[in-house]
């Protein structure tokens, strides 16, 4: 394989991890809602995802116990900020830091046990597309999902009057409730959906990526969806593009080093947030260029 | 308003939920209390159960409470992070008791030796740092020279290789990982001249993410044998697992994960350490005493708290003699797998022909030998 085959094969199942919760945060911000928990759903999710997997010794189940794990947090979050109007940062964080805490001492026993990741399934044809087949069509089903996934979304919101419901949820809510859908509802469910998603980033890092279980795995990443997702201008081509981005950038710092080249440690654990930020910024005059309007009014609420 | 009153109210709710699960979780585990039991405390930066090295630091917890039975009261805190968080749960042992705090994780140094000073009737111990210069009365380091049985392995490895490639996964380039990194490669030339050890840092002590890529890096450079300095092994031996390549373990015996590709590895035997370091506080002989330092156990002296692991079914039989045989000569007085002349990659001498590092010489290490594929970071 050569070093572009190479840094994407190792690159797109971390890019997986991270675009799923990005697409789930994207469908619950067009609502209008911004879900700082999306760092507990994944991690609830790569809990849940495990722990079923050793019970049942069913992978299939495992990854739908992540997206129920990962829907209850930003359940919770979406019955604090949707139906009781509590401040969004805040019940994001404090949904983060329960997640953290809860699965720490749920996933204690589960630390070192491991389980067989999710396998590839290697696509004939494509599969054989010198370079890039090999990286793009040798992988594992979650993989393949994202794949479809964010087409659906794009599809979804831009042409389905249900799309149009949701995104104008996050525009003007009032001219969502006299046109006759239910802007709390929408809302509510947004936000959980997008949840499930991150509950499935989570599967895919302890499922579909390592096999195994340890306190605090996803190390941040759930915020850097939520931040790619800003980044992105609230669009899903730009989270596709950010969330891939992120995802070779993190894998390049492993590829480099393995090439025995040397770049300074440290400017190498920044390039995915730098490259991410900077290419997002540049493109996003493509984009549309304003958060959703009630976005920013829930954001602007003083506590 | 009432909104951010219904915030507020669920931030503290939720504030005490995290406290109770944080509580749980750092689980102060006590039995065996009489009245004169000495309470001792022992704080871990990782889970209990990570088939790594904070599970040795457990293992060797309830080693001393089986061993020294209602002499010792031990208590136990464990996920706790290198941050000011240590310095609290060490203020929170005191306040149950404990007369002497064992900071196992190595970012916890600079918290152990302010407490220490803060505290001079609570003996403070930190596992695996080194102090240059004037102990207080009641702080001690203690470890063990990890890069003689790191080097062990590396033989196991130069010697199974088909590819001539090793791959090191680190977190950072601290001196105890480029120690590691040179003995892993140095006991691989021992046995293969052609062995070169690629290495990849991942900049956490566990993150599995990070880990799985390295290997995945790592076997696209055709790498065939791995070994690690983490925290957590899990990842990179179920990795190593899948492609079906061998590995050498660090911290732990984790041959049960991967019996057919364990090549062997180090494990961390702790509990005579820490025995021995509480008779001697209870004694009242710890101040000015060996533990009073920089104490390091070694092969030669018999006590080095880093043993070889078990040995898995791929290592031949010859191999396996040829091991023991150097753990033999590396267990005569002043032997080490540090032994010149030494090159750094550059070609500049590490250890001169004719000398053997010691281990206050290692923690100044700061090249890569020849023979290693990659570059350190500079901070």
């Known amino acids: 394989m050569n070093i572009v085959g190479e840094t994407l094969a190792t690159a797109i199942p971390g890019s997986v991890a991270l675009l799923y919760p990005s697409l789930g945060e994207l469908i619950s911000e067009r609502t209008g809602v911004t879900n700082l928990g999306t760092e507990g759903s994944m991690l609830s999710g790569a809990l849940a995802g495990i722990a079923v997997t050793l019970a049942t010794g069913n992978p299939v189940l495992g990854v739908l116990a992540a997206a129920v794990a990962g829907a209850a947090c930003a359940a919770v979050h979406a019955l604090a900020v949707v139906l009781r109007g509590a401040n969004q940062l805040a019940s994001g964080l404090v949904i983060w830091f329960l997640a953290l805490g809860v699965t720490s001492v749920l996933g204690s026993p589960l630390n070192g046990k491991i389980v067989d990741p999710l396998p590839a399934l290697r696509i004939p044809v494509l599969a054989s597309i010198p370079g890039i087949g090999p990286a793009l069509f040798d992988q594992n089903a979650l993989v393949y999902a994202a794949y479809l996934l964010a087409p659906a979304i794009w599809l979804f919101l831009t042409y389905t009057r249900t799309g149009l419901a949701l995104r104008a949820t996050g525009e003007r809510p009032a001219v969502v409730f006299a046109g006759g859908h239910n802007p709390t509802a929408l809302r509510f469910s947004a936000t959980t959906v997008g949840g499930a998603l991150a509950g499935l980033g989570g599967a895919q890092l302890a499922l579909g990526i390592v096999g195994n279980w340890a306190n605090g795995m996803t190390n941040g990443y759930g915020f850097v969806a939520v931040a790619v997702v800003i980044f992105a201008r609230w669009t899903p081509l730009g989270v596709v593009a950010g969330s891939y981005l992120f995802g070779v950038a993190l894998a390049l710092a492993s590829v480099i080093q393995a090439n025995g080249i040397g770049v300074n440690q440290y400017l190498l654990d920044s390039l995915p947030y730098a490259v991410t930020i900077i290419v997002l910024v540049l493109v996003s005059r493509f984009g549309r260029s304003n958060a959703p309007e009630s976005q920013r009014d829930a954001l602007s609420e003083t506590v | ?379």
């Open chain 2, 1 to 379: 308003m009432r909104t951010s009153a219904r915030a507020a109210a669920a931030i503290v709710a939720a504030a005490a939920v995290v406290l109770l699960a944080a509580c749980s979780g750092s689980s102060a585990a006590s039995t065996g209390a009489s009245k004169k039991a000495t309470t001792v405390g022992f704080i871990m930066v990782g889970s209990t159960d990570d088939a790594g090295y904070n599970e040795a630091v457990e293992d060797g917890a309830k080693a001393v409470e089986k061993d020294l039975g209602t002499s010792v009261k031990v208590i136990t805190a464990d996920n706790i992070p290198e941050n000011d968080s240590v310095t609290q749960t060490m203020q929170a042992m005191a306040n149950q008791g404990a007369k002497i705090i064992f900071a196992t994780s190595y970012g916890y140094y600079k918290y152990a030796l302010e407490f220490a000073k803060a505290h001079p009737d609570i003996t403070v111990l930190h596992q695996g740092g080194f102090l240059d210069g004037t102990f207080p009365k009641n702080f001690g380091t203690y470890w063990g020279e990890a890069y003689d049985p790191v080097g062990l392995g590396g033989m196991a490895a130069g010697a199974v290789t088909k590819s001539d490639k090793l791959g090191f996964i680190y977190a950072f380039p601290i001196a105890q990982s480029i120690a590691n990194i040179d003995a892993f490669e140095l006991g691989a030339q021992k046995v293969n001249p052609n062995a070169q050890t690629y290495v990849v840092n991942t900049s956490n002590w566990c993150d599995p993410l990070k880990q799985k890529q390295a290997v995945t890096a790592l076997l696209n450079q055709g790498v065939d044998v791995f070994s690690q300095h983490q925290d957590c092994q899990s990842t990179v031996i179920q990795a190593v697992k899948s492609a079906g390549k061998k590995i050498v373990g660090y911290h732990y015996d984790a041959k049960s994960l991967d019996p057919d590709g364990w090549l062997t590895g180090s494990a961390w035997k702790w509990a005579p350490v820490y025995e021995a370091i509480i008779k001697s506080v209870e004694g009242g002989t710890f101040t000015g005493s060996k533990y009073n330092a920089n104490w390091t156990g070694t092969f030669a002296d018999g006590n080095n708290p880093l043993q070889l692991a078990s040995f898995g079914s791929s290592v031949p039989a010859d191999v396996q003699s040829k091991i023991l045989a150097e753990k033999d000569a590396l267990s005569k007085p002043g032997s080490s797998i540090f032994e010149g002349p030494i090159y750094c990659q550059d070609g500049t001498v590490l250890v001169p022909a004719g000398k053997t590092a010691t281990y206050a010489d290692t923690n100044s290490f700061s090249c890569l030998v020849k023979g290693v594929v990659g570059t350190l970071p500079k901070s």
